[in-house]
């Protein structure tokens, strides 16, 4: 790589990315959809993209890999080549590929790798298509990647007009939409240029489009323009129409106004860019409805991670002292101080609001990763599988969402492998031959529900309680007992399978205690429900956040301590009398409900002693799941906002304690965690 590019490495890095999964998500699509033209030119456009970016960086093999795949791209779409599984196949390859070299990169800075082999399988595959001559201009040369100019004669010197032009063009003539070039001027002594074009823009676009204009849509909103503006309009109404409707609007002339023959269009010579991407027609034609002209599009820049941790750490610094704040405010009563908290409280409230948005991410970029996962996994166990994703806008905090992958990949590959019966057996038991994967995500108050349900045989509960017993985790009696509820928790035992032979999919045991382990220590919980022959559904509970919580601060004997306000169900107050004992376990009756209940001073073995008045109780009613239990306290102190800190390494996973947060006194507080605690 050329040592004056290494500036632009980090970059060229990010947007390969973005293209790969691009890639990636069309061939799913064009593999489920041969028909499907836009997928097929956005696969040609990303895979054109790479090609461009890697050759200017001077990485050759990936440039040479994407412009073998661009020619074999080019044929399919001109009809030259077959759409068949085999050519699907070799272009998901090539994708591998590409990851590869892209990983290789970012690893050691080096894009070298043999690629003669996927070479001469796409050479192969060139050649064996069907040998048709590609159009050409009158010199011979192809038309693919050439830009079609109108020729002088037409009087309209300024525009040149691309292939994604030309096919929008094309598109509109055969819906009956004419495609009319109007040039105006604006009075040189206008003051207002910028909105003399906005009401231009919004005279023509009560019923047509403008789909190009010069100078472009940002330099007119700016005004960042002389006198003329030169528009390419797609319409159905009259030419007539259209320039009385534009010389209506003061200070503005219509000069020239004219219907484009696309007849008379002829290509022009020059050099391949990125504009020579071919759009599809219905999206193109899409395209032009839906974006607002004479807007500027959203900027965006891209920020490194560990520059958002540092300004979430800060925010929470603050958060910190301005409840220490408050407590002095609150002490000392002074109006000034006190009015000066209430600013400091909203604006910190503000920033905390603005930083949490900024950190979070859609969920999509975690679930992008999964279609072609189950694409590969179903082919390998011959199994049809239709893999649904929905609400993949879904946002969640980024640190969450780095976590969530590996959980989410063993649940998938649980679906297709255990859930999922073959077609043969689908279509005994009368159900369609492909089978239904669905991934999902939904905001639900404070959280997000990630779910990963299948149409398959369902949990055979029989079975499990079997394999339970066979491996020692339940006796015989116990498992006779046993509800189904119960039953399919044990698959969640570490080394637990229920699958007879390993293979590389699954059978060694390792999967769901992983998940769940992995759910605890993201503040989440997951629960099952199944119902034989009619599929499984996992369900993922997780915080939007793991940063600044809303918690319930407690004391007990001389410890305060918070509890997370997402565990905490209702506070009640009880007395002596109203506790009874149900086999050596106390337990108080909660609106007809019976509720175990456990004295948080035993369980955390907090010493000190008793308070003095124990006929009547504080009891925090906590939940983990469907279950519920009451948490016996010597006092509420009321709701604080939290940022949770890490124990460390050393004291690390210690049941029942989530970690620390330093209170406005400055004392370190231990914050209670409820799913341990169970």
Known sequence: MKKDMSQYLDVFLEESKEHLESLNQKLLDWEKNPGDIAALNEIFRAAHTLKGMSSTMGFEDLADLTHHMENILSDLKEGLLETNPQVVDILFQCFDRLQLIIERIESNGSGKIDNSELLMILEGIKSGGLQMAAPTAGNGQDLKGEEIL??????????????????????????????IYIRLCVDPGCLMKSVRAFMVFKALEEDSEIIKSQPPASDLEEGNFEEEIELLVI????????????????????????EIDLASLSPGNRTETNDDLL??????????????????????????????????????????????????????????????????????????????????VPVEQVF????????????????????????????????VIDEIGDPLVHLLRNAVDHGIESPQDRLKRGKPQ?????????????????????????????????KAVEKGILSTKEAEVMSPEEAIQILFNPGFSTTENITDVSGRGVGLDVVKTKMESLSGEIFVDSRPDQGTRFRIKLPLTLAIIQALMISVRDEIYAIPLGSVDETTMINNEDIKMVQNQEVIVLRGNVLPLFRLASLLEIPGEAAANEDEMYVVIVRKG????????????????????????????????????????????????????F
């Open 368 to 399: 992008n990763r999964f279609p072609r996962m189950v694409r590969d996994l179903a082919k390998e166990l011959n199994k049809e599988v239709d893999f649904l994703i929905e609400g993949k806008e879904t946002e969640l905090d980024r640190t």
């Open 279 to 360: 759009g599809d027609s219905q999206d193109a034609v899409k395209e032009s409805k839906e974006m607002p002209k004479g807007h500027k599009v959203k900027q965006t820049v891209r920020v490194d991670i560990d520059r958002l941790d540092i300004l979430m750490n800060l925010v929470g610094e603050l958060v910190m002292h301005k409840g220490r704040l408050e407590q002095i405010g609150a002490s000392s009563k002074i109006d000034e101080l006190n009015e000066t908290i209430e600013q400091i409280d909203r604006i910190s409230g503000d920033l905390q609001s603005v930083v949490m948005k900024v950190r979070m």
């Open 235 to 258: 319409t159905a109404s009259p030419i007539k129409e259209l320039e009385k409707r534009v010389n209506a609007i003061s200070e503005i002339k219509v000069r020239e106004i004219k």
């Open 626 to 677: 469907e279950r519920q239990i009451g948490l016996v306290v010597d006092t509420l102190i009321g709701q604080q906002e939290i940022v949770i800190k890490s124990l460390g390494k050393m004291l690390a996973g210690i049941p029942g304690i989530a970690g620390a947060i330093v209170a406005g006194d400055g004392f370190v507080r231990l914050i209670i965690d409820v799913a341990t605690l």
């Open 150 to 179: 109108i020729p002088a004669h037409s009087n309209i010197s300024s525009f040149e007009f691309n292939q994604y032009d030309m096919t929008v063009m094309r598109e509109a003539a055969s819906r009956n939409f004419s495609s």
């Open 434 to 466: 492909k089978a239904t994967v669905i991934l999902r995500a939904r905001h639900e108050g404070n959280n997000v529900y990630i779910e990963v349900e299948d149409d398959g045989a369902g949990i055979n509960i029989k079975r499990t309680l079997g």
